[in-house]
């Protein structure tokens, strides 16, 4: 079994910072592609940031500049610095991998439970 668990979350004023990280654990063999995504109340879930295995990386238009993805493969683990957060950014923030358990199975796709991210005004 995989599990993915996200940190860092929390309530922060408009201007401020957090720094997210998103721990692999479990059988896993490789991973692939990591991301963050976001869902608001009453809206669809959307892609934040995503970084492949090799480090490039690519950023919702509405997070270029603030939010920076990263990853440390050794530890299984991802990270997002956020700054200078906006209430917009407000949502609960989830993190997805793509994950071979070992070198037979096929790469699948994990979830964590999400951490929430409030920005007040």
């Known amino acids: 079994q995989v599990q993915l668990v996200e940190s860092g979350g929390g309530l922060v004023q408009a201007g401020g910072s957090l720094r997210l990280s998103c721990a692999a654990s479990?059988?896993?063999?490789?991973?692939?592609?990591m991301g963050w995504y976001r869902q608001a109340p009453g809206k669809l879930r959307e892609l934040v940031a995503a970084?492949?295995?090799?480090?490039?990386?690519n950023y919702a238009d509405s997070v270029k500049g603030r939010f920076t993805i990263s990853r440390d493969n050794a530890k299984n683990t991802m990270f997002l610095q956020m700054n200078s957060l906006k209430p917009e950014d407000t949502a609960v923030y989830y993190c997805?991998?793509?994950?071979?358990?070992?070198?037979?199975?096929?790469?699948?796709?994990?979830w964590g439970p999400g951490t929430q991210v409030t920005v007040s005004s």
């Open positions: 970084i492949t295995s090799g480090g490039s990386t």
């Open positions: 479990g059988s896993i063999f490789s991973i692939n592609d």
């Open positions: 997805n991998a793509n994950i071979k358990m070992t070198i037979f199975h096929k790469a699948t796709d994990y």
